[in-house]
């Protein structure tokens, strides 16, 4: 039981945009972006705590649709070093915790 | 602060021995969390603490796992006796907050443990 990420992986060349999908079949309270690197940390990228929510900084932002229990991650204008895997963590599907979903692979490639 | 520290980086060990693994949360944060990352499984939550008291243990796979927090600034995370399946990247991370928290999970650099 975890929240659904897609696609499972992408690929995109240096300035390209990408969306990554987060799904849950619940309502949900707040929605968590972490990114991790081969070997490395999951490190937090955002957190979107309401319907309609809209955050962002630099080229990576997210939006947080309530009604479709669904949040979306923006990655513009991509650079090499955005490369790494992206993970959704939904806060309130699943009781008093955060789950993680798969992860979404991203590959830029100059 | 030099964010959450965990000890060792890797270990390996032979099925059937008793390994720990340490962690030290960012002073402050009330939320102490362990997570196991594997292929299969993704980041699964195995067990929480608040305040040093552990409150969800509901994702420790069996008897085997058990944690503790004596005190705010340390916990640890035993498995014993070891078995091959447990193998994979144990992650400790604190927080503020559980979900509703502006500055999100902090995760230590991790655990790899191989149980040959």
């Known amino acids: 039981q975890q929240p659904v990420q897609s696609p499972q992986a992408v690929i995109l060349r240096e300035g390209e945009d990408a969306v990554i999908n987060c799904s849950s079949s619940?309502?949900?309270?707040?929605v968590h972006w972490y990114r991790q690197k081969h070997g490395e940390a999951p490190v937090f990228l955002m957190i979107?705590?309401?319907?309609?929510e809209q955050k962002g900084h630099d080229k990576i932002s997210a939006s947080f649709n309530e009604k479709k229990q669904q949040s979306s991650l923006y990655l513009t204008a991509s650079q090499l070093s955005y490369s790494g895997t992206y993970f959704c963590?939904?806060?309130?599907?699943?009781?008093?915790?955060?789950?993680f979903g798969a992860g979404t692979i991203l590959r830029v490639k100059s | 602060d030099a964010g959450v520290i965990q000890s060792p980086r890797h270990e390996v060990t032979e099925m059937g021995q008793e390994v720990t693994l340490r962690c030290k949360p960012i002073?402050?944060?009330?939320?102490l969390f362990w997570y196991r990352q594997t292929m299969m499984r993704g980041l699964e939550l195995l067990i929480y603490?608040?305040?040093?008291?552990?409150?969800?243990d509901s994702g420790m796979p069996e008897d085997r796992f058990s944690a503790k927090m004596p005190n705010a600034s340390f916990s640890t995370l035993k498995i014993q006796p070891s078995e091959p399946r447990d193998s994979a990247v144990y992650f400790c991370?604190?927080?503020?907050?559980?979900?509703?928290?502006?500055?999100?999970?902090?995760f230590g650099s991790g655990t790899r443990l191989t149980v040959v």
């Open positions: 991370a604190s927080s503020f907050a559980l979900g509703q928290v502006e500055d999100g999970y902090t």
């Open positions: 619940k309502a949900l309270y707040s």
């Open positions: 979107l705590l309401k319907g309609g």
């Open positions: 963590g939904t806060y309130g599907e699943y009781g008093n915790k955060l789950v």
């Open positions: 002073s402050g944060h009330d939320y």
């Open positions: 603490f608040n305040n040093n008291v552990p409150i969800d």
